[in-house]
């Protein structure tokens, strides 16, 4: 089955400050990456916008009238509109991030009807730093949280898990995850690093959280040591039916908002390893999300060898 790209221009017109890392011309590298020959054979799907239902199953009521309503409004009227330090809106943010959402969604579907075996949704903003009740860390929805919930609460999957190797923890995935055992977070970051949680310590339910942490400086050795040792085993050991990464790339060596030192071939092997589990437990079923990756060749690079990897698992 083909690998599917899922993304919508709405997508671009989420603006931040001028100098902000998380820019719209991020999502135009990787989009013109992909358009090389060698990605001919994805299938190419405009994303839908996300609905409430499928908002409110990660997000309360409060944190989705804040973005929808209150911050949108501020940002049609001003251009802007502030939610934290690094986090805004702009005039296009709340399409952009109900858009976003919404491919994650698409993708679930997709897959689950067997319309194409897994999935890259190539969206912004970004999601994993989005808490149940808050967004923050350049996020507004949490794109992944919202589609996992979607595979098992609206399509019947029993057990979900999200691999996230973002360089970043997750706080917001794991803040949605973290009390229920059908649903499994695993991330490799540095730490520290923003957002200061990630700790292993940090375990939810029976084990559901599952935090790897690297120290600045760690390179791709230590990165596939601790998939290898830690973040692989748990995750076989969890036997998902449906897996999802949250897929950022600003591990890279290039990438200027840490400093760890991998490199896409690392990002790739990544997915193989994430694909192999899934195509023992879980029909092959991946979707993966775009999330940070700020050097903008790096990113091109890095996300152009992850879709790679997902059409090669597609082909054996
Ligand atoms: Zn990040």
């Known amino acids: 089955m083909p690998t599917a790209l899922i993304s919508h221009p709405a997508c671009l017109d989420h603006e931040t400050p001028p100098g902000h890392p998380e820019c719209a011309d991020r999502l135009r590298a990787v989009l013109r990456a992909l358009e090389a020959p060698e990605f001919a054979g994805l299938v190419r799907l405009d ?3 996300a609905d409430d239902e499928s908002l409110l199953r990660a997000h309360t009521r409060f944190e989705i009238d804040l973005i929808l309503q209150v911050h949108a409004a501020e940002a049609r009227r001003n251009g802007h509109s502030y939610i934290d330090g690094d986090t805004s809106m ?35 903003p970004p999601g994993h730093h989005a808490e149940r ?7 507004l929805f949490n794109n992944v949280a919202i589609g996992a919930l979607h595979a098992r609460d609206a399509l ?47 375990k939810g339910v029976a084990g559901n959280i599952l935090n790897a942490p690297l120290p600045p400086g760690a390179d791709g050795r230590a990165f596939r040591a601790v998939f290898e040792n830690l973040l692989l085993p748990a995750l076989d050991r969890f036997a998902p ?20 030192n991998l490199d896409e071939s690392d990002f790739a092997w990544a997915t193989r390893e994430i ?40 082909q054996q």
């Open 133 to 139: 009740n808050r967004p923050m860390g350049f996020c």
């Open 241 to 260: 039916d449906f897996i999802f990464i949250s897929a950022g790339f600003d591990a890279h060596v290039a990438d200027p908002l840490a400093q760890l």
């Open 156 to 202: 019947g999957f029993k057990r979900v898990a999200v691999v996230d190797f973002d360089v970043h923890h997750g706080n917001g995935t794991q803040d949605i995850f973290f009390g229920d055992p059908d649903l499994f977070y695993a991330s490799t970051h540095q730490f520290p690093l923003y957002p200061g949680t990630g700790r292993p310590s940090e």
């Open 275 to 314: 694909c192999a589990i899934a195509a023992a437990c879980a029909g092959g079923r991946v979707v993966s999300a775009l999330e940070g990756g700020y050097d903008l060749d790096a990113l091109a690079r890095s996300a152009t060898a992850h879709v790679r990897a997902l059409m090669e698992a597609q």
């Open 90 to 124: 702009s005039a296009g943010s709340a399409r952009a991030a109900l858009h976003a959402a919404g491919a994650v969604i698409a993708a679930v579907d997709g897959v689950a009807a067997g319309r194409f075996g897994n999935a890259f949704c190539a969206v912004r």
């Open 47 to 49: 994303a839908p916008p």
